[in-house]
């Protein structure tokens, strides 16, 4: 039952009339995807989080208000009073620090955003160029079936006229029942693909059949804007953050303080500033500037290392979308030729001057010269795709 519902829903999405029908390109769906996949929500709301968390963190020290009074007589505790109101004094620069680790900590956040849009990129344009080269190869089996019918009641005819024997009827059924057969097959790849492409979108909907191939990015080169690359610079930058704010615990923390003697003697105001140093922590601020600034150094090693892996990544996507242009142009060329061939064979077996068997073998050389056309063409979108992919490029940023 399933089954059969999702072979309808695939149906109905290659099918829908031209009024229902979305129509959408590449970045057209990459913006519908962005705005109604579940994932991306999620991720937009975890980097809301990762900002709301640097705003709580690197907010100014905070002013405190105590109020107090004794209960059983007079409790004079370190001279506190029943009313005293306290504002931390920041002459160090340890706020500053703590921004500096809430920045590092929002690019980190951004850089993995960056990554999960570029992943669903990365599935929207695969299923879309899949759905595409099979829409492509299923038009192409239809008009070889209509071609291999046409050929079945030229030959039907010249078998009538006793022009051929009848086993050339036979021999041109048997083409047109394998044609049926690749039609059928084909569907059902198309159908799949568009269940695929659906899922990808987070809605039912077909892409554009007038749309050829993605569009290449102009610029090639860069990998400033790879995930890894901004996460691995952050990582680095919240280190040295880290760093900072651990050198700086060290320092004293300075006060002012204003406040009131007990309710119960004559009201005495008062005002103070008061300096607080931290004399001996056993370490721990050490060892703590030694870990962050361990953590700094691998950072920084790895951004070199995929730095470096990045550049040869959109050296080897280039070469890649270079070869595959070549072949589209090539097979294209070749299609061409197949079709010409095709029409002069076909013109002298309707003469008498060409066999059976040498139109089917034209036929054949065309089938084949287009459908090497069309892998081609997904190779070339595959590795658009893969360029992209390579320097970090979105073709729609998301909101």
């Given at each position: 039952?399933?089954?059969?519902?999702?072979?309808?829903?695939?149906?109905?999405?290659?099918?829908?009339?031209?009024?229902?029908?979305?129509?959408?390109?590449?970045?057209?769906?990459?913006?519908?995807?962005?705005?109604?996949?579940?994932?991306?929500?999620?991720?937009?709301?975890?980097?809301?989080?990762?900002?709301?968390?640097?705003?709580?963190?690197?907010?100014?020290?905070?002013?405190?208000?105590?109020a107090g009074r004794d209960l059983f007589g007079?409790?004079?505790?370190?001279?506190?009073?029943?009313?005293?109101?306290?504002?931390?004094?920041?002459?160090?620069?340890?706020?500053?620090?703590?921004?500096?680790?809430?920045?590092a900590a929002v690019a980190v956040a951004m850089a993995t955003y960056r990554q999960s849009a570029l992943d669903l990129q990365q599935q929207v344009l695969i299923t879309y160029a899949n759905l595409l080269s099979a829409?492509?190869?299923?038009?192409?089996?239809?008009?070889?079936?209509?071609?291999?019918?046409a050929v079945l009641t030229l030959t039907n005819?010249?078998?009538?006229?006793?022009?051929?024997?009848?086993?050339?009827?036979?021999?041109?059924?048997?083409?047109?029942?394998?044609?049926?057969?690749?039609?059928?097959?084909?569907q059902?790849?198309?159908?799949?693909?568009?269940?695929?492409?659906?899922?990808?979108?987070?809605?039912?909907?077909?892409?554009?059949?007038e749309l050829s191939s993605l569009i290449a990015p102009a610029y090639i080169g860069g990998?400033?804007?790879?995930?890894?690359?901004?996460?691995?610079?952050?990582?680095?930058?919240?280190?040295s953050a880290d760093s900072r704010v651990a050198r700086q615990s060290q320092w004293p923390d300075?006060?002012?303080?204003a406040g009131r003697t007990s309710f119960n003697t004559p009201a005495e105001y008062g005002a103070r500033l008061q300096l607080t140093v931290s004399l001996w922590d056993f370490g721990a601020n050490r060892?703590?500037?030694?870990?962050?600034?361990?953590?700094?150094?691998?950072?920084?090693?790895?951004?070199?290392?995929?730095?470096n892996a990045a550049q040869k990544d959109v050296q080897a996507a280039s070469i890649e979308l270079a070869a595959a242009e070549r072949s589209v142009a090539g097979y294209q060329k070749l299609a061409g030729d197949a079709k010409a061939l095709l029409d002069r064979t076909q013109h002298g077996f309707e003469l008498g001057a060409s066999t059976l068997l040498d139109v089917i073998d034209a036929r054949r050389a065309l089938s084949d010269a287009q459908e090497l056309t069309i892998n081609a063409q997904l190779r070339q979108d595959l590795a658009i795709e893969g360029l992209l992919r390579s320097q970090g490029l979105l073709l729609e940023n998301p909101k």
């Open positions: 039952m399933f089954r059969s519902s999702a072979s309808a829903m695939a149906i109905f999405l290659l099918t829908m009339s031209s009024q229902a029908q979305q129509k959408l390109t590449a970045p057209e769906a990459l913006r519908k995807a962005f705005s109604q996949r579940g994932t991306m929500t999620a991720n937009r709301l975890k980097l809301e989080q990762a900002r709301f968390d640097a705003g709580a963190s690197a907010a100014y020290p905070a002013t405190r208000l105590e007079p409790i004079d505790v370190m001279g506190g009073a029943d009313f005293l109101l306290s504002q931390p004094i920041d002459i160090f620069g340890k706020t500053q620090g703590l921004r500096g680790q809430a920045r829409q492509r190869l299923l038009t192409l089996g239809k008009q070889q079936r209509d071609l291999a019918q005819k010249r078998v009538q006229a006793r022009d051929l024997p009848e086993v050339q009827s036979t021999r041109a059924g048997l083409e047109v029942q394998k044609a049926e057969l690749i039609v059928s097959d084909r059902a790849t198309a159908e799949t693909a568009a269940l695929k492409f659906a899922s990808a979108l987070g809605s039912d909907a077909e892409v554009s059949a990998v400033e804007s790879r995930p890894e690359i901004l996460s691995l610079k952050a990582e680095e930058n919240q280190a300075l006060d002012l303080q060892n703590k500037i030694r870990s962050s600034n361990a953590k700094r150094k691998a950072a920084n090693a790895a951004y070199h290392d995929a730095y």
